[in-house]
């Protein structure tokens, strides 16, 4: 009799889907609130700030539908293990309601945002906000270090990717030469509080949760698949880290003309590849049963859904 496989596909290409979703979501937001600001406001629907804001919504709705489809894909486990039905699941104050208001928030907001009403990005950012946070909306503060990992991250990298591909793709395609350079610094400067905010967060709560899955014993780092998992992650998390320094300490500065535009959106293309790269790991390792799970069930026993790292974020907690 063969022994269970390590990890059940195609478990880890739907939790990359839904990272990227949540990405796509929450760095929307963080572009519209940060550096979206700093694009003047000339009032034409050709201006470069309405084309940025409208790409930048477009985004975050495919994000939320992303989120959207992951709820429906796992509200009938989440209700199984609940032992009730769908629907009385979702006419109760629970995360999983909570999480289905947020949804369909966000997409009203982003859609509302498409349109150019300002509203919009209002509701948007509280459901990706409140969405992300639930637990604490229900009172389980007990499982919030992933899923406040998961939204940090998100306002940090997401914030970047939408920066490149909605503000600086923008400014570099439909603004003067004379004023490119500047447009982009000041874009930058605005988003690098929130980085280097976001970034602390996610060193911190990622810190909690590989302590919580290794339930303190820094040995099963390199005597399990999960630790040499969780290596591998950190090693491509220090590769951000690096990149990301690299920008703000070298880069940045530097900015102020159109070379310097072109150079710090190169390096920051590099930054979201190796940020790729992480959330791919990531998956893979929550695919795997973590150390304090060795004693109980293979993944794909028990729960609906398989084991699980407590607190990844792949359902309603």
């Known amino acids: 009799m063969q022994g269970a ?14 990272f990227v979703g949540a990405f796509m979501a929450s760095g929307a937001i963080g572009f519209r609130y940060t550096a979206l600001r700093q694009l003047p406001d000339v009032g034409g629907a ?3 700030r309405a084309i940025a804001g409208r790409r930048a919504a477009a985004i975050g709705l495919l994000g939320a539908l992303v989120n959207l489809w992951h709820l429906w894909e796992v509200l ?17 104050y629970n995360a999983s309601s909570i999480w289905a208001v947020m949804s369909a928030l966000m997409i009203l907001g982003f859609a509302l945002a498409l349109a150019r009403i300002d509203l919009g990005w209002a509701l948007a950012a509280i459901g990706v906000i409140a969405g992300g946070l639930r637990n604490a909306l229900v009172g389980n503060f007990a499982r919030l270090i992933t899923p406040t990992h ?14 490149v591909v909605a503000g600086i793709a923008v400014v570099m395609r439909h603004e003067p030469a004379e004023r490119r350079g500047a447009l982009v610094a000041a874009m930058v400067n605005a988003f690098s509080p929130l980085a280097l905010a976001m970034g602390g967060v996610v060193v911190l709560m990622g810190v909690l949760a590989a302590w919580d899955e290794l339930g303190g014993d820094l040995t099963l780092l390199y005597t399990t698949p999960y630790g040499y998992a969780l290596l591998t992650k950190l090693f491509f998390v220090a590769i951000v880290f690096g990149l990301g320094a690299w920008n703000w300490r070298r880069q940045r500065p530097t900015l102020g003309s159109e070379q310097a535009a072109v150079s710090i959106r190169r390096s920051a ?10 959330l791919v790991a990531t998956s893979i390792m ?20 398989g084991a699980r790292p407590a607190g990844a974020p792949a359902g309603p907690r």
């Open 5 to 18: 496989a390590l990890i059940e596909w195609p478990g880890p290409i739907l939790e990359l889907i839904e």
């Open 286 to 305: 929550l695919g795997m049963p973590s150390p304090r799970e060795r004693g109980g069930p293979p993944p794909g026993a028990g729960a609906p859904g």
């Open 150 to 163: 998961l939204l940090a991250a998100g306002l940090w990298i997401g914030t970047l990717f939408v920066l």
């Open 46 to 48: 050709r201006s470069a």
């Open 269 to 278: 293309r590099g930054e979201l590849i190796a940020a790729l790269l992480v």
């Open 76 to 92: 009938p486990r989440a209700a199984a293990r609940a032992h009730q039905g769908v629907g009385a699941l979702l006419t109760a």
